[in-house]
């Protein structure tokens, strides 16, 4: 299931189990925890780490992108010498939530947009600004955003590079000049969703949509369709050569990768330790970094430990 059709679904649920706990806190537009990375642990122990027995507990749900970024967010943190507990692979966001509520996690990696809409499915929020803020208002007072990182996990309209480079496509603006030519895939429910969104915010009227589904990006790289919906830290971007137009006018909402923790769990090196990862973690390597994990099979940990001792943090 992609991150839209999950994010509905978990959003509904999220409605029923949490309404009750969801409350407001202050918060700048620029740092959700309102007042700097201190903030997060404002509750903390005084024991390096925090939490019972001074262990922060790193968790992720179970995908390969999800555990990758688990082991960059456990290696920064021992590499600060912070106690870690790695508990990976453990589910979907119904079951690891709940986890960090309860303690039994301090942190994971999550998708600020995709946490939205668990938490409040009818919030509008689309830059990285707004839904930081929208959360700080939805989560429960236990529970708290670090920074986000500049890397998004998102839908996107992505062209390959003889076509960006022929037509000089770099935004979805760009494309108007040329979506009457281009024929465009995507998943089935793609072109429902969002063919009238394309004609209201960018002006685009495609010549044809096709139902590509999970071979969107196969078929932009063999010529069958001109532009396709690829998430933006698929390897196939980095695989087959593939240019994610941006989106300056926010069709496809925020997802930006973000620290979700337990602020009781974290003190402030351990609050720094990740905030320092997000400030490097970008959309162009991680998605390098998930080729190496999903197409050259590499153990994510090596992975992890290279692009943090390349970016100065290991």
Known sequence: MNRSRRAVLLGTLAALALGATACG???????????????????????????????????????????????????????????????????????????????????????????????DAKNTAVTTQDVNAALAKALPSSLAVLDSSPAEDKDSL????????????????????KAGEFTIGGPPEFKSRREQQFKDVYGLTFKEWKPTA????????????????????????????????????????????????????????????????????DTAGLTGLMKRVSVDKEDPSTVAKDWLKANGLA
């Open 158 to 177: 992505s062209v390959a590079q003889e076509t960006a480079d022929k037509y000089n496509l770099k935004s979805i603006s760009d494309l108007a000049a």
């Open 25 to 119: 806190s202050s918060a700048s537009s620029s740092n959700p925890l309102g007042g700097g990375s201190s903030a997060a642990a404002s509750g903390a122990g005084s024991t390096a780490g925090g939490g019972s027995g001074g262990t922060v507990v790193v968790g992720s749900a179970n995908f390969p992108e999800n555990v990758l970024l688990g082991s960059i967010y456990s290696q920064a943190l021992k590499a600060k010498g912070v106690n870690v507990e790695e508990k990976f692979n453990i589910g979907s966001r119904e079951v690891i939530y709940g986890q960090l509520q309860s303690g039994n996690l301090t942190v994971l990696p999550e998708y600020n947009g995709s946490l939205l809409a668990y938490l």
């Open 214 to 281: 999970d071979t969107t990006a196969n078929a932009l790289k063999d010529g069958s369709i001109q532009v396709g919906n690829v998430f933006t830290t698929d390897p196939k971007i980095v695989q087959y050569k593939l240019v994610a137009l941006s989106d300056p006018k926010n069709v496809f909402g925020a997802q930006n990768i973000t620290p979700l923790v337990n602020k009781a769990g974290l003190d402030a090196t351990a609050t720094a330790a990740l905030n320092a990862v997000s400030a490097k973690l």
